[in-house]
């Protein structure tokens, strides 16, 4: 079956409890697209993620990878996903090279001689132990075992959010040589805005569950403005734009809006706004008009 | 060899790649037939993605200022025309705006016109590169 | 998925290795002991010609020697929970420290790494209980000779049995592990329970697995049938009133002479030696039967449950 999309879903929904911890997902992630996925703890990443991976069983919609269900043919889908979950686990215990023989045992198409030496252009000895490397070497050796199954996709569960800037910094480094080596289509979830721009090409947002804007990042950046002006109401704006966020003070008001077409409004100053203020907005984020805000997405990072 | 840089100014990255690329062939730093980095190396120095990369090496093959030879590399054309200016239409709305505030401050047409033959003088080019 | 089992397995195995090694050093000297004793004190020559009663010196001999050492020796009973619960304990990290997602994302089905993480410590633990049979068999074997199969302290290491023990424990653990993920508890948690379970069995159920046999007979000449034979219970009626209740006997052995026994009808529910295999088989598939019912349980919960 040949599907142009990596990820297709439709109407997907997990409930746990009385609880939905994602609603009514419809998304469609293209090949060969590294795509951010982004939202506070709690948005429903990595249930969105385990889903797509196979490891939880939907409780409405469908989940498509390559045009195949990822639970039913586990069998045909798995060898080509590759997924890192938060916290990379390995076996603390095992050395690197048994490790990698771990990889070898489980996945038909391992590549052994990729591994090697991704370990060795990583500095670090077959014999070391995981459980004595430092966080940002065993996320690269949790890297490693993924790409050396040469997935066409590969998911990556908050990969750098407990590592320090060095470590964030090389790790998607070896993410973005992986791309440009073999075209794999990456979808990573993060809740650190800033380093994504760079990185990915295109963005979705999601918070409590729903997803709030998808599509690419330089597209979004772009229809995308921040309107200021003498105090007024957004009504004639919106009629023609979306509002995103509003806000006022005594004698200016400021709107972010998604525009549909050209701004013609000659009574409003334009701005262009950049990616992590557009998404702290689709997040919720109102600044301090005393309503109740949604923390900012880099203090949710600590 | 080139060496790209980034910068938060907000202008798309692969924009500012195009621009490095066209000030370099500019100041002869890149001359026609040298070779352009690879996308995997401007990648592993930059972090960056690679579409990105490859968007803006399309962008300057269809200007005419580069060239992909299969399997071999990426190249400044042999053409020796001059690049275009960039960003002419974007130059021409930040000009207007600039001489509005100017007007604003108060300078009539004179001494706008100094101010910027000052600016064009050699000594404040190369805070470009 | 053979190799990343047994890896993954490697420093429980090894641990159960030291056990049963362990048990080897504290077992094999004092059994030579208890075997050249029993040839070369005269026990052997004795029971072989003539029956139990007449050897009482001998005997008495080798009680006072070895008795309390057999008897030290039904507590290791612990020993196959023992090693049941820590073969689980690969199963149970795994799912404690989510590796068990590592495992689920690579190529393999979740069923193909059940039946290797599962499969694994079933086959050692029928290994361990294989060896804990052979080494207690051996070391108790001149008891076996004097009591019988069916006293407790050989019933309980010489059949059959240690393989059910052994494999109930695990799968104990097995089924609390997938539930709980939390290894130490688990573990703990299972062990105990264990215990309980094998002292209700002992206790309350053995007995029943297999029906019993009734005897009646009157006066001091104990049948043959009832040497070495497990007794259910008893009484003695004289004139049809109650005058000896359970307990009061020791059959095998000694002979308790008194006349007046001559007029008591002893009433004996009893297990011959004929009933130690059908027992054994029994109370094995009780126990096999409630690993299986466990080792499902953990396998569905693990799959349909986990994400």
Redesign the interface.
């Known amino acids: 079956m040949n599907d142009t999309a990596a990820i297709r879903t439709s109407g997907l929904g997990k409930r746990y409890g009385s609880g939905w911890a994602l609603r009514d997902c419809t998304l469609e992630i293209p090949r060969?697209?590294?795509t951010a996925l982004v939202g506070p703890n709690g948005a429903g990443k990595t249930t969105l993620l385990?889903m797509v991976?196979?490891?939880?069983e939907p409780t409405d919609g469908t989940v498509e990878v390559f045009g195949r269900s990822p639970r039913r043919d586990?069998?045909d889908v798995?060898?080509r996903?590759?997924?890192v979950?938060q916290?990379h686990?390995?076996?603390?215990?095992?050395r690197i090279g048994?490790m990698l023989?771990?990889?070898r045992?489980?996945?038909?198409?391992w590549n052994q001689g990729l591994a090697v030496a991704r370990i060795e252009q990583l500095g670090l000895s077959m014999k070391q132990k995981i459980g004595q490397l430092s966080g940002g070497q065993q996320s690269q050796v949790a890297l490693t075992?993924a790409l050396a199954?040469q997935p066409q996709l590969l998911l990556l569960d908050e990969p750098v959010a407990s590592l320090d800037p060095l470590a964030r910094?090389e790790f998607?480094?070896a993410v973005?040589?992986a791309?440009?080596?073999d075209g794999i289509t990456v979808v990573l979830s993060s809740h650190i805005v800033a380093e994504l721009?760079?990185?990915?090409?295109r963005l979705i947002t999601l918070a409590q569950g729903a997803t709030q804007m998808d599509g690419s990042i330089?597209e979004i950046?772009a229809s995308h403005r921040l309107l200021t002006g003498p105090r007024s109401d957004a009504a004639s704006v919106a009629r023609v734009h979306n509002v995103i966020r509003e806000s006022h003070t005594e004698r200016q008001t400021t709107l972010l809006v998604r525009a549909n077409g050209h701004v013609h409004d000659s009574c409003w100053e334009q701005h262009?706004v950049?990616l992590e203020e557009i998404v702290l907005a689709y997040l919720g984020y109102q600044p301090g008009n005393g309503a109740a805000q949604a923390p900012a997405l880099e203090e949710i990072a600590s | 060899m080139i060496e790209f840089h980034l910068d938060k100014s907000g202008v798309p990255t692969y924009l500012q790649l195009v621009q490095q690329v066209r000030q370099a062939i500019r100041l002869g730093i890149l001359q026609p037939g040298d070779q352009l980095p690879t996308v995997k190396e401007v990648v592993t120095r930059l972090t960056i993605n690679p579409n990105t990369v490859l968007h803006a090496y399309r962008q300057l093959d269809l200007e005419g200022l580069i060239e992909g030879k299969r399997g071999v590399g990426t190249f400044v054309s042999s053409d020796p025309a001059p690049p275009p200016p960039d960003d002419l239409k974007g130059l021409r709305s930040s000009l207007d705006r600039w001489v509005g505030r100017a007007r604003a401050a108060g300078l009539d047409n004179e001494g706008i016109a100094a101010l910027v033959a000052e600016s064009v003088r050699p000594s404040s080019i190369s805070k470009v590169a | 998925m053979t190799w990343v089992g047994w890896r993954l397995q490697r420093t429980e195995t090894f641990i159960v290795v030291g056990i049963l090694a362990l048990l080897a050093a504290l077992l094999v000297p004092t059994g030579i002991q208890m075997a050249n004793a029993y040839h070369h004190d005269g026990l052997a020559a004795c029971l072989a010609t003539s029956p139990n009663p007449a050897c009482a010196n001998a005997i008495g001999g080798f009680r006072q020697r070895f008795q309390s050492l057999l008897d030290l020796g039904n507590w290791f009973n612990l020993v196959p929970g023992l090693i049941g619960v820590l073969l689980a304990a690969p199963f149970i990290l795994d799912l404690e420290h989510g590796t068990y997602r590592l495992a689920w994302t690579q190529s393999i089905t979740r069923k193909r790494w059940l039946l290797g993480k599962i499969g694994m410590p079933v086959g050692a633990a029928l290994v361990a209980a294989a060896a804990m049979i052979v080494l207690f068999t051996w070391w108790r074997s001149s008891s076996i000779h004097l009591d019988g199969r069916l006293d407790s302290g050989n019933y309980d290491f010489t059949g059959t049995v240690v393989i059910g023990y052994t494999l109930f424990a695990l799968a104990l653990a097995l089924a609390l592990g997938a539930i709980w993920k939390r290894a130490a508890a688990s573990i703990a948690v299972a062990f105990i329970a264990y215990f309980a379970a094998r002292i209700f069995v002992d206790i309350k159920v053995r007995d029943h697995l297999v029906a019993p046999l009734k005897l009646i007979y009157k006066g001091s000449q104990h049948p043959s049938v009832l040497a070495n034979a497990h007794i259910v219970s008893m009484h003695g009626d004289l004139n049809g009133r109650r005058v000896i209740g359970d307990g009061g006997f020791f059959f095998g052995s000694t002979k308790f002479a008194a006349p007046r026994l001559d007029n008591i009808v002893f009433h004996v529910v009893y297990h011959p030696q004929s009933h130690f295999w059908p027992l054994q088989l029994t109370e094995t598939g009780l126990f096999v039967g409630l690993a299986v019912v466990l080792i499902a349980f953990a396998a569905w919960w693990t799959t349909a449950r986990t994400a």
């Open positions: 060969g697209s590294v385990h991976i196979g490891l939880v586990a069998q798995l060898p996903i590759a997924f979950a916290d686990p390995l076996h603390r215990n095992l048994e023989h771990y990889g045992s489980l996945n038909p198409s075992l199954k910094r998607l480094n973005m040589a791309v440009a080596d721009e760079r990185v990915c090409d330089a950046v262009e950049d």
